[in-house]
């Protein structure tokens, strides 16, 4: 949530930071991160933060960086499809595939694609963008859906992969005889 006096950066790094005090660290994961979200979210990072961070840095991508106990982590390095094409090879049970990336958007009687989606009056300023979900609520119903759909899919594609990374990890070691 963002409004005129904190923005949702501003927020999510208040937040992070009131549960690293209590002792409560998280992993963050966002797929391709590296290009767009772990610089947007570092920008409002204070000096000092940027110092502790422990930034990862592969030529100009940030892949991956901590903040105050929590670890981020660009999924795109080890996952390197679409998040669509990888809904669609580890998305295998009907319960997971009702929660794949969303690719068309229905607004009204429009199908529009979910670049269109995100790309919806690209010459609207910040706070006129978010004055739709009071003037266009069928849009911002469906923008929301998208994103909280985007976030769940990678959840479930993360925690596949991380399950076959472990059995693949175990296997290993059991025929190197390390258990």
């Not at 772990?38 to 030529?59: A, H, K, P, V, W």
């Not at 990888?86 to 049970?93: A, V």
């Not at 790309?119 to 004055?131: Q, T």
């Not at 479930?156 to 290993?172: A, H, S, T």
Request: glycine letters at 6%.
């Amino acid at each position: 949530v963002t409004d005129p006096e904190k923005n949702c950066c501003e927020k999510y790094l208040d937040w992070l930071s009131e549960e690293a005090s209590h002792g409560r660290y998280y992993n963050g994961v966002a797929h391709n991160g590296s290009r767009f979200d772990f610089y947007l979210l570092m920008s409002y990072f204070s000096q000092n933060d940027i110092e502790q961070s422990e930034t990862r840095i592969r030529g100009t991508s940030i892949i991956g960086f901590e903040y105050k106990g929590h670890a981020f982590r660009d999924s795109c390095c080890f996952l390197t499809d679409s998040l669509k094409n990888l809904c669609d090879g580890y998305l295998t049970t009907p319960e997971e595939k009702q929660y794949a990336k969303i690719t068309d958007v229905m607004i009204g009687d429009n199908k529009i694609s979910n670049t269109q989606l995100c790309f919806y009056k690209p010459k609207l300023k910040f706070w006129d963008f978010m004055e739709l979900e009071k003037k266009e609520p069928q849009f911002w119903k469906e923008y929301v859906k998208y994103c909280e759909y985007d976030c769940e899919s990678l959840f479930l594609v993360w925690e596949k992969f991380k399950e076959q990374i472990e059995k693949i990890i175990v296997e290993m070691g059991k025929r190197k005889g390390c258990g």
